[in-house]
């Protein structure tokens, strides 16, 4: 990351203690808290992991207003590096001091009026992570920002990162594929994502559980068959049965899936990457079949079982590669197969800013020759006339059309199945969804 957007891996943050650790309840808290997250994934840490482990012990506001600071200094850090490339004459020597002023900045846009006291609870964390005093230097760009807003702003938003808060070379590829959307798919990928909630419908219908919702003050509208949108996000201790396995959380866009692969009762279903198991659940909610999940993560299949578990649903899951099916194919074919594979997670970069500063551009290529090694493995292992949905969470077309068309150009035993009227399914963010790709495939000989 940085404003080269490839800071080397072996920065990592080493915060040396200098004065007391701010009050637990405090915005200085919170701050030390973010910018320690950002710090993390500048040198390549995912940002889910960081904040569950910082999640131990800290109080639950602290840790709320810290989650939001991580992901609202993220989700526009091209523009608060464009911002500090002009503020700072060079880079700070301790990473956790930049990603400090970015987490600041954040607030300073997200909370005006609490400009003040912004600027002094950013000083006090500086005082905690340095031998040197930096207090001033943070206090002296912070201040600079406000006084210069409008100019910064301007500058900012003449670099392509700064203007539209992703890497150059994701916006390039955009461009490409969507010459008319690309700006909207930017602008999706910044914002907040919805909450949609998924109705199990084997314990009861969706306006049954939309008058639970109702009767609890949580407003929401119906979306496809399952679907609940909900107006404002809750946490899921809100939802009614949600731990008695009433109802899921899971985007509407990941819920066509199990529609898509509309497996029936007794069939043999595969979900080849599995984790963390919304979508197998989907599947064993609508129909009672034989299904084996697979995820190549021992720890992410816990998950899997988990959701599974609350749910009351069974299936056979094993930690496994689905590109080595030795390890886990008895020979006995599938009726379907779900194919949600490994991608650059493109259409759901709102859910997870880290991605877009994680992500190189060389990563796409490596995403598809994985792609294109579990679709050829798990070909073979589908009945003829069988189903295999290919899915994506991406909106790149080497990702999806490219590698479905490169497929079926190899396999003269495949052919597409339509979907809503059109060869494949690229559903782009939005506010009802995130970015997905679907491409049903049967086999016919």
């Known amino acids: 990351m940085s404003s080269r957007n490839s800071p080397p891996a072996s920065r990592r943050p080493s915060p040396v203690r200098s004065a007391p650790e701010p009050a637990p309840d405090s915005l200085a808290r919170a701050l030390l808290l973010a910018s320690a997250a950002v710090a993390a994934v500048q040198a390549g840490r995912s940002l889910t992991e960081v904040l569950a482990q910082q999640a131990k012990g800290e109080l639950g506001p602290t840790r709320a207003q810290a989650q939001d600071l991580a992901y609202g200094a993220l989700r526009r850090y091209g523009w608060g590096e464009a911002v500090l490339a002009v503020l700072l004459q060079k880079p700070l020597p301790e990473p956790q001091l930049q990603s400090l002023l970015l987490c600041a900045l954040y607030r300073l846009e997200s909370r005006p009026e609490q400009s003040h006291t912004v600027v002094d609870q950013a000083v006090a964390a500086a005082a905690t992570l340095a031998k040197g005093n930096f207090r001033g230097v943070i206090n002296g ?18 670099k392509p990162s700064g203007a539209w808060w992703h890497p150059d070379w994701w916006l390039s590829r955009l461009r490409r594929a969507y010459p008319r959307d690309w700006e909207t798919i930017a602008t999706a990928g910044n914002g907040q994502p919805p909450m949609t909630l998924r109705v199990n419908l084997a314990r009861g219908s969706r306006e049954e559980y939309q008058a639970r919702l109702d009767a609890a003050g949580i407003a929401a509208v119906p979306l496809g068959s399952a679907a609940l949108l909900l107006q404002k996000p809750v946490s899921v201790d809100a939802l009614p049965g949600f731990f008695d396995g009433f109802v899921s959380v899971q985007d509407w866009g990941a819920q066509r899936a199990a529609e898509l692969l509309d497996a029936r009762a007794g069939q043999r279903v595969l979900d080849a990457c599995a984790a963390p198991g919304g979508k197998t659940a989907h599947i064993l909610e609508r129909a009672g079949v034989d299904l084996l999940a697979l995820d190549v993560d021992g720890l992410r299949c816990r998950r899997v079982e988990e959701n599974l578990s609350r749910l009351g649903l069974r299936a056979a ?8 099916p030795d390890d886990w194919w008895d020979g006995r074919p599938f009726d379907r197969i779900l194919a949600d594979v490994p991608c650059s997670a493109s259409g759901v970069v709102r859910r997870h800013p880290d991605s877009k500063w994680l992500r190189r551009e060389t990563d796409i290529a490596q995403f598809a020759r994985v792609q294109r090694q579990i679709l050829e493995v798990l070909w073979p292992t589908l009945a003829v006339g069988g189903r295999l949905l290919y899915a994506t969470c991406s909106v790149f077309p080497e990702e999806n059309s490219q590698q479905v068309s490169a497929f079926l150009a190899r396999h003269g035993d495949a052919r597409r199945i339509g979907i809503d009227g059109a060869d494949e399914l690229q559903l782009l963010p939005g506010s009802e969804h995130d970015g997905f790709y679907y491409a049903l495939l049967e086999k016919t000989a």
């Open 141 to 158: 760009v912070l201040r600079s920002y406000l006084r210069q807003r409008p100019e910064l702003l301007a500058r900012a938003a003449g």
């Open 317 to 324: 899951v094993r930690a496994a590669d689905a590109r080595c």
